[in-house]
């Protein structure tokens, strides 16, 4: 009977249901940085998210017009497939608010740096040994940034990841809104000055671009705008996937593919009809690809979620 019990005890243990969303600090400059750790359960791995640029926050959204829940429908898809996730806000911001004054005021660096303290954070939380980083747009290049120094990341997930310097991405995506092509000229020169480190004076650009190289954020820019995500995969010697929508308007299969010829040890996952918020977007136009940006309705893109658990799953065994 003894032996049963044990026994019993044992099963209740290995059968226990993964834990619903819960809060979850690391440690911040001034104050704690806030995030939601969802899913977690003995022994289960767990994925750190990083989010994208701009104000936005855990669940993917930001007042810039997103309000697609990519990260919070992500965590969800995920717990349910035995993978739990922490999604967090950025120092300065939402529920980081207090870490610093001016959520301006940041580095790649800085954020870099964040990424470590949220490892020890949920390693100390959940028991978990070494932790995924999966960073999202900007965030992949703030995870391939983290990377670089010693770590107990289980590997790296780029989504929707550069596979240029930021800056001439930012370029990329000015030429392709014919709107721009009277002050590309300056647009570039502002570009070309921020990548050198050198500050730009706002007073005489055009109105549309006084807010993308304000002065406030240039200090974020320059540390930016330079670094080469090529570069930073190479160099890193852990797991890596690469995950790239074919309806991304944002980041394109050039750049997938340039990370990929640059660690060939990594997996490349391309979704069909997938946008950089994740959502399907079955036409070519723009038009019904930006409406997915503010409908959280849809889900994630079928594929994301299983490419993600399956690589999580493979690297484990």
Known sequence: MRVSKLLFACLLILAAPARAQEEITAIGPNAPLAGTLEGAGKDRPVILIIPGSGPTDRDGNNSLGITAQPYRLLAKGLAARGIATVRIDKRGLFGSKAAIPDANAVTLGDYAGDVHNWVASIRQRTGAKCVWILGHSEGGLVALTAAQQPHDFCGLILVSTGGRPFGEIVRE????????????????????AIMGGVDVDVTPLHPGLKSLFAPAVQGYLKTLFPADPVMLVAAYNGPVLIVQGTRDLQIGLKDAQALRAAQPRSTLALIINAN????????????????????????VAPGIIEAIAAFVTEARR
């Open 173 to 192: 995506q000015l030429r392709a809104n014919p709107a721009y092509a009277p002050i590309l000229p300056q647009a570039d020169a502002a570009i070309d």
């Open 276 to 299: 950089h918020v994740l959502k399907v977007v079955a036409s070519a136009d723009r038009g019904p690809n930006l409406a997915a940006y503010r409908d959280p309705s849809l889900p």
